[in-house]
């Protein structure tokens, strides 16, 4: 009867600590998804009452090329994202492990970018790849004096200088694999080594497995950010030229500035799906709902 009891007041408290965060959930998450959800089926401008249409905002999204041009760039960067992005995260990582000379500076100085915007990061690499006094075309004109590309706004170079705003700005997953580096208790790599393990096999078949969700995490955090992607285009490309750089928080951005705000949260309804799909697909490749130790 006193286990009883006790068990009953543990739960009344996990719930009594629960209840804040399923509060505001409710309230700041799930009430703005319904609503979202409900208007995407809607015409609305924003100031009206919305007027159900059913799926017709759907069907001019899936119809509308600059969609489908957007897919297939957030494919191509969602690739980027979970190889070259979460790769170069996860080598620093390793190498910040081995506790190198001068390995608090190089790991401070790779955190610098991580206090600066996405929009002043954007402004930065602007003028990286302006044309006449960037910084790029500066070092290639010492090579080829006759030189010149306007790498946001020239075909097909564009894609490739918006990828470079981010791809290497992994800061995130080092920290992440790094945290789950320091964690690996010392016995493991010590019977390692006993056992005559070389520092590549130990990388390989110990430390990387052992960090698989935290990587995993990465890769997540990695692709929904391409997903969200916004500041790095808006500020550069805006989608340009034609439709080389376009994406859906820039289709959807537009369409509020329409006042088009039923096919505005299509769009968003689409990037939420895509970011659960995500999320899940992960989750399944990394077992990340399986016990590491």
């Known amino acids: 009867m006193k286990t009883m009891s006790k068990k009953k007041t543990d739960t009344i408290w996990i719930y009594a600590f629960l209840l804040p965060t399923i509060v505001i959930f409710i309230i700041f998450y799930l009430w703005a998804i319904v609503t ?13 009452l919305p007027v159900f249409t059913g799926i017709k905002n759907y069907l001019k999204l899936f119809k509308a090329d600059t969609f489908r041009i957007s897919l297939v760039n957030l494919l191509k960067w969602s690739l980027l994202a979970g190889t070259a992005h979460v790769g170069f995260g996860v080598m620093i990582a390793l190498l910040l492990y081995k506790k190198p000379h001068g390995w608090k500076f190089v790991r401070t100085v790779f955190m610098v970018p991580n206090v600066i915007s996405a929009a002043a990061w954007a402004m930065i690499y602007k003028f990286v790849f302006n044309n006449d006094f960037g910084i790029l075309n500066g070092i290639i004109r010492w090579f080829d004096p006759k030189f010149k590309v306007n790498w946001f706004y020239q075909s097909p170079y564009a894609f490739w200088a918006v990828t470079f705003t981010w791809v290497f700005y992994a800061v995130i ?7 789950d580096l320091m964690a690996i208790p010392s016995d493991i790599e010590e019977a390692a080594r006993i056992d005559g393990a070389s520092g590549w096999y130990m990388t390989w078949k110990i430390n990387l497995p052992l960090c698989r969700n935290s990587i995993g995490t990465g890769v997540i955090l990695s692709i929904t950010s391409r997903i969200s992607m916004y500041e790095s285009i808006a500020l ?11 994406n859906i928080p820039l289709i959807m951005v537009n369409a509020i500035n329409d006042n088009n ?25 990394f077992r990340m709902n399986d016990s590491v130790y």
């Open 36 to 48: 979202l959800l409900y208007t995407s089926f809607t015409k609305w401008d924003g100031a009206n």
């Open 173 to 179: 997953v080092t920290l992440l694999v790094l945290g």
């Open 236 to 246: 550069t490309t805006r989608g340009g030229p034609g439709n080389d750089t376009m």
């Open 261 to 285: 705000h039923g096919y505005a949260n299509a769009a968003s309804v689409i990037m939420l799906l895509l970011g659960i799909l995500t999320m899940l697909l992960v989750y399944r490749v």
